[in-house]
């Protein structure tokens, strides 16, 4: 059976930091590449970063670049997503996605998503 299994979501004070995991059975995660997504309520899901299964090259939304990094462990099968000086917009749910094709391109195409997990940023 395949699945993505999320975790590592709760509530964080503003500027504190969370760690995401994204961890995958019934497939192989390094082959695929991997996207992490999220949902805040009335917003439209915007995507906030990738890691590609060739080069490892990597995306992240501008909002979320110098505070989010994505990272492999293959041995683990397992994608994270470390969330740094955490803001109160970024309060959502958080997905992780995979894919075997077109990169970390912007189309909005996932072979596969876990259930999601919520990040909750509020003092």
């Known amino acids: 059976q395949v699945q993505l299994v999320e975790s590592g979501g709760g509530l964080v004070q503003p500027g504190g930091s969370l760690r995401l995991s994204c961890a995958a059975s019934g497939f192989t995660l390094d082959v695929y590449h991997i996207g992490w997504l999220r949902q805040a309520p009335g917003k439209e899901r915007e995507r906030i970063s990738c890691?590609?299964?060739?080069?490892?090259?990597?995306y992240y939304l501008d909002s979320v670049k110098g505070r989010f990094t994505i990272s492999r462990d293959n041995g683990k099968n397992t994608v994270y997503l470390q969330m740094n000086s955490l803001k109160p917009e970024d309060t959502a749910v958080y997905y992780c996605a995979a894919r075997s094709r077109w990169g970390c391109s912007g189309l909005n195409y996932y072979d596969y998503w876990g259930q999601g997990t919520q990040v909750t940023v509020s003092s």
């Open positions: 890691i590609s299964n060739s080069d490892s090259s990597t």
